[in-house]
């Protein structure tokens, strides 16, 4: 059975008011999960931030990348799959490229690393076009994973959970019918080490709250205080001290970008809050891309991230791609809210699929083509039926609910670099 939602300030109401059916599900999806409050979702924009650091080292960087060889390699593993193209061919061509970048905030990455991705995002990389494009995925999107299609309902953010990187990659490719060329693991705390290591960022906050990572409420212990219209902001630790703050260090970040329950805008409120840090971040770099090339922040950044890009495709990418940096383009598919026996889920209609279908194809330069399986992986219409899901033929008369969809000029950001490198 499935609870539809036919806006986001509809479920967002249900959240916070008590709708009982959505809470108890909801606590007993985080009972299961028994992890401490401070673990929070890794947010798209940390992966946008690092994925545009990644083009900045591989370029002007190279020489310095080189002398962090083993910070590369140590981050280095194998997906083990087939992949849909000849991706060293396309590197070697020149071509655009995708990675799928996932992130996590789960400890420290080792090759062993298993747990649930809280983001993920296609990045396609067009050199020919100048242009970089991030489409962003709901974590809650729902799927069928393939290879484990028995156990649907699930959500996207699973896929790497109950099998690899490669099972992400393939649920990916079959959901959109778009090639996956490589994968990148982010951990969350590369974005600490990415704010700390530019000495702050300053970001004037649009609302006054406070927040307390600790417990993603206004509690006392651990409490940032932000004004609106100011960048100064204070913090009161657990002994009661309170210090005042005109820039922001990585934890501040953290903290100015987690909040939603307090935000009239609810989950488009924290996004821009995301993307207002992640404007703060390019502004430093900018001003001195010098404090992220230097070897060892390459190193710290490396201990954060498993990827199946060697050594030698980020040099080749340091070399034919750094155009793609010039102009940056943010998306993000955007799904229908629905309360199933596994919990809140995006359920993503056909029109939407097709459309990020369309838009990735074309940043790759590649033909269009029809959208893959609705849900990635087979699944009958009773299956279907009896979770309360639409099938295709129903998905294709549904349209997103009107007021959950933020068009391209409030949700979508584009990033212009060549001031960056110089313009043309």
Do not use: C
């Not at 820039?247 to 609810?266: C, E, H, V």
């Not at 090339?293 to 791609?321: A, C, H, P, W």
């Amino acid at each position: 059975m499935s609870k539809e939602y036919k806006s986001r300030s509809e479920r967002r109401n249900a959240e916070n008011t008590g709708d009982a059916t959505h809470n108890d599900a909801l606590a007993a999806a985080n009972a299961s999960n028994a992890k401490p409050k401070r673990k929070r979702k890794v947010w798209h924009w940390v992966l946008i931030v690092i994925a545009i650091l990644a083009l900045i080292v591989a370029g002007i960087g190279s020489v310095l990348y080189a002398k962090s060889k083993n910070a590369a390699d140590s981050s280095y593993k194998a997906s083990d799959m087939k992949k849909a193209r000849d991706v060293d061919q396309v590197l070697k061509d020149g071509k655009p490229f995708s990675i799928l970048l996932m992130g996590t905030d789960t400890g420290e990455l080792g090759r062993d690393y298993k747990g649930r991705t809280d983001s993920m995002m296609v990045v396609t990389i067009n050199p020919k076009d100048r242009k970089t494009t991030i489409m962003s995925i709901p974590r809650d999107t729902l799927v069928s994973i393939p290879g484990y299609e028995n156990q649907f309902p699930q959500k996207i953010n699973a896929a790497y959970e109950l099998g690899s990187s490669a099972t992400s990659i393939q649920t990916v490719q079959d959901w959109l019918n778009v090639p996956i060329d490589y994968y990148a693991l982010v951990n969350m705390g590369g974005l600490e080490k990415v704010v700390n290591q530019l000495d702050g960022i300053t970001v004037k906050s649009p609302l006054t709250f406070e927040f307390n990572p600790d417990t993603a409420h206004a509690d006392p212990g651990n409490l940032y205080s932000f004004k609106e219209g100011s960048s100064t902001f204070t913090h009161t630790g657990e002994d009661g001290k309170t210090e005042t703050f005109d820039k922001m260090d990585g934890k501040a970040a953290l903290a100015f970008s987690r909040m939603r329950y307090a935000d009239p805008k609810g989950d488009y409120g924290r996004q821009e809050r995301q993307r207002m840090v992640m404007e703060g971040i390019l502004d430093k770099i900018k001003k001195d891309p010098t404090r992220v090339l230097s070897s060892g922040f390459i190193e710290e950044v490396g201990k954060s991230t498993q990827t199946d890009l060697t050594f030698g495709n980020v040099m080749t990418i340091g070399r034919k791609y750094l155009p793609a940096a010039s102009e940056i383009k943010s998306d993000h598919i955007q799904g229908d809210g629905y309360m199933l026996d596994s919990g809140s889920t995006e359920v993503v209609y056909r029109d939407e699929q097709q459309r990020a279908t369309d838009v990735l194809r074309k940043s790759l330069g590649l033909d269009a083509k029809t959208a893959g399986n609705l849900y990635g992986g087979e699944v009958s219409d009773d299956v279907l039926a009896a979770n309360g899901v639409p099938n295709l033929a129903e998905s294709s008369e549904k349209q997103t609910s009107s007021d959950m969809i933020e068009q391209s000029d409030q949700g979508d950001e584009q990033e212009t670099t060549d001031d960056l490198y110089g313009g043309e």
